[in-house]
């Protein structure tokens, strides 16, 4: 069973475009919400994580925008490069499932020159 | 920072033998690992968590005589794959967490292992 979804499954944007990954999770329990960026054939590296007692995180050019109420979360990046192309990955984890990670389907985001 | 070492990064084994993932944290100590399994244009799976010095504690639908997972030590953490198949093939992810940095999770590289 997914415990957090992760929509779009596929995403193209123009260079300096703002792309948006969007996540939504029921399990109340959860209180770390972390963002992977993975390229393929090497592990998930984090890009940005957050606390539900903020609704907002930003980073560089990465954005976590956090809706506590609605129970989703969501991933901006802003000014994207072609180097950005990549996997994007969701995720969540509480002290109740051994701080394991669960995490979305992914999204794979293709930013064009 | 804190870095996990993951070997071999990519390993190609013949139907019925087994092969051994290493995960090695080199500058901290990992008193949890996780392991992952993920295949092609998918996501994480967990499939596994395991705790120094004791056993480790699977995910429903995996199988722990297959899966064998060793973490002996607050450094080393190991998956041995027993009687591969080729639907074994797969990419293999490590994961320690690091209490201490408060849902501090170092990942490993990963290994691609392919079984013909």
């Known amino acids: 069973q997914q415990q957090v979804k992760q929509s779009p499954q596929s995403l193209i944007v123009q260079k300096g475009g703002i792309p948006i990954i969007n996540c939504a999770y029921e399990n109340t329990a959860f209180d770390y919400f972390p963002w992977y960026q993975q390229f393929p054939g090497k592990g998930p590296a984090l890009l940005i994580a957050i606390r539900p007692d903020v609704s907002e995180k930003k980073e560089g050019r990465f954005t976590i925008s956090f809706n506590k109420s609605a129970k989703q979360f969501s991933l901006h990046i802003m000014d994207s490069q072609p180097g950005d192309s990549a996997t994007y990955f969701c995720?969540?984890?509480?002290?109740?499932?051994?701080?394991?990670?669960?995490f979305g389907k992914g999204t794979s985001l293709l930013v064009t020159p | 920072g804190a870095v996990v070492s993951q070997h071999p990064s990519w390993v190609i084994c013949k139907s019925g033998t087994s092969v051994k993932i290493e995960c090695r944290s080199l500058?901290?100590?990992?008193?949890?690992m996780f392991w992952y399994r993920q295949f092609p244009k998918q996501s994480l799976m967990l499939m596994a968590t395991s705790n120094e010095g004791s056993k480790a504690t699977y995910e429903q639908g995996v199988e722990k005589d297959k899966f064998l997972i060793n973490h002996a030590s607050l450094t080393l953490s190991t998956l041995t794959v027993t009687s591969a198949h080729p639907e074994d093939s797969s990419f293999y992810i490590c994961?320690?967490?690091?209490?201490?940095?408060?849902?501090?999770?170092?990942f490993g590289s990963g290994t691609r292992l392919t079984v013909v």
């Open positions: 500058d901290f100590q990992a008193t949890t």
């Open positions: 995720a969540a984890s509480t002290e109740n499932s051994g701080y394991a990670l669960n």
């Open positions: 994961s320690a967490y690091r209490p201490d940095r408060g849902y501090g999770y170092t």
